[in-house]
């Protein structure tokens, strides 16, 4: 049971147009969200993360959105740029802590010059 | 300005054998984590440590222990490798469980 879905395996933008990463999640307990970057041969870096008890944080470039009542989250990377082509997961925990992450399955962001 | 440091970085083994993967990290972090990789799949979590002195299951526990050693480092043990144990290892620290993880480069383990 896939408790975190990213459905969109992969996603093509031209540099300087938005990117936008989707990310649903199916149990209601979770209440913090983080999203990851991964370059191959690399470990995933921490990107940006949202709590629960908001429904937007941004990070230069990079916004989080979470919508609750859909149990959706989206991360929007704008302008894009080739060196955002990576691969991104999103996670969610729940008790207020990380030490339980549970990954969605990746969408791989190809950003075209 | 290391990190998370992982070794080996690439591994071979038959069925049977055993394997100790090593992790490290220089951040004085208390919390460490052990996930999988599989093509397809997100990130799984094995085994953690929220703090020096314990260690708790994760997900996919099963044919695998580990050890934290000190506050600096947490290995993971194959005792009799099997095929379905073939994936990229990364290990993760984090200031404390609140915190984001910081991941190791991982480790890609193939078992023939």
């Known amino acids: 049971d896939q408790q975190v879905k990213q459905n969109s395996p992969s996603l093509s933008v031209q540099e300087g147009r938005i990117s936008i990463l989707n990310c649903d999640y199916t149990?209601?307990?979770?209440?913090?969200f983080l999203w990851y970057k991964k370059y191959p041969a690399e470990g995933p870096t921490f990107l940006i993360s949202?709590?629960?008890?908001?429904d937007k944080n941004e990070d230069g470039r990079f916004t989080v959105f979470l919508n609750k009542s859909a149990k959706h989250l989206s991360l929007h990377i704008v302008p894009s740029q080739p060196g955002d082509s990576a691969v991104y997961f999103c996670?969610?925990?729940?008790?207020?802590?990380?030490?339980?992450?549970?990954f969605g399955t990746g969408t791989l962001l190809a950003v075209q010059p | 300005n290391a990190g998370v440091t992982q070794t080996p970085k690439f591994q071979v083994l038959k069925t049977g054998q055993s394997m100790t993967l090593q992790c490290a990290q220089d951040?004085?972090?208390?919390?460490m984590y052990w996930y999988r990789q599989d093509p397809g799949m997100g990130l799984r979590l094995i085994y953690y440590?929220?703090?020096?002195?314990?260690?708790d299951k994760g997900e996919v526990p099963n044919g695998y222990n580990v050890s934290r050693l000190n506050k600096r480092e947490f290995s993971l043990r194959l005792e009799s490798a099997a095929p379905s144990q073939t994936s990229v290892y990364f290990c993760?620290?984090?200031?404390?469980?609140?915190?984001?993880?910081?991941f190791g480069d991982g480790t890609r383990l193939s078992i023939l």
């Open positions: 993760a620290s984090s200031e404390r469980g609140s915190q984001p993880q910081h």
């Open positions: 149990n209601s307990m979770f209440d913090y």
């Open positions: 949202i709590s629960s008890i908001k």
């Open positions: 996670a969610a925990s729940y008790g207020g802590a990380t030490n339980k992450l549970i």
């Open positions: 951040m004085n972090h208390n919390s």
């Open positions: 440590s929220a703090s020096e002195g314990t260690t």
